[in-house]
């Protein structure tokens, strides 16, 4: 574990390390950046840095590519990996919270709702041939950040100090729920939430 120096004017809403480099995408309106952030230092180079007019949300890498959400105003901006310039745009409706790009290329967003759903990692279109996205208890309150790491998708919970692991896509439902057990097994006093798509398994797992 290291602590490097952070930029305190940064309001930080997209955060992923790819390449040995670490992306960081920060909010407010009039004031929101994507920059490339030295991992082993903390400081960013000066090009490092693109404007946004609009409030910048969650990032995800995307091969030579970035995708940068925006909180309300419906658009998800498309930029080079290298440069920070913007490429192409795409709307969607609902919030722009939480973005990460999972193992089997597909791009997973939080929207303000208790819902994740999969967009196509190019077009940013919803994949509405698959209606299997993933998803908490109706009412649950809305993930903010997502991290997609070993085929499971970690979701931060707004306002709450829980966490929740999303394993989509294995096919044998107690081996589904018992990896979701085996990752809320850590020392913090926290609740995980295992839910699947195919079948649905939601079970809430308490302090472990």
Not at 28 to 54: F, K, Q, W, Y
Not at 93 to 101: D, F, K, Q, V
Not at 159 to 183: I, V
Not at 192 to 198: I, M, Q, R
Request: charged share 25%.
């Amino acid at each position: 574990m290291q602590q490097i120096p952070h930029d305190t004017s940064a309001f930080t809403e997209g955060l992923e390390l790819a390449g040995g480099v670490l992306y960081e995408g920060t909010g407010l309106e009039g004031a929101s950046t994507i920059r490339a952030v030295d991992p082993g230092t903390g400081t960013v180079p000066p090009a490092g840095e693109a404007a946004n007019e609009l409030f910048g949300e969650g990032i995800t890498v995307v091969g030579a590519t970035i995708w940068q959400l925006t909180y309300r105003q419906g658009i998800a901006i498309q930029r080079d990996r290298d440069t920070f310039a913007e490429l192409r745009r795409a709307s969607f409706t609902g919030e722009g919270l939480g973005l990460c790009h999972d193992a089997a290329n597909r791009l997973v967003m939080s929207d303000g709702t208790d819902r994740l759903p999969f967009r196509d990692p190019q077009t940013f279109q919803q994949d509405r041939r698959d209606p299997r996205d993933l998803g908490w208890p109706s009412g649950s309150p809305s993930s903010t950040e997502l991290e997609c790491a070993q085929g499971a998708v970690f979701a931060n919970v707004w306002r709450n100090r829980d966490d929740r692991a999303h394993r989509p896509g294995q096919r044998k439902r107690d081996r589904r729920c018992r990896s979701c057990r085996a990752a809320a097994r850590r020392p913090a006093r926290r609740r995980w939430t295992c839910s699947t798509v195919s079948p649905p398994c939601r079970e809430p797992m308490s302090s472990l």
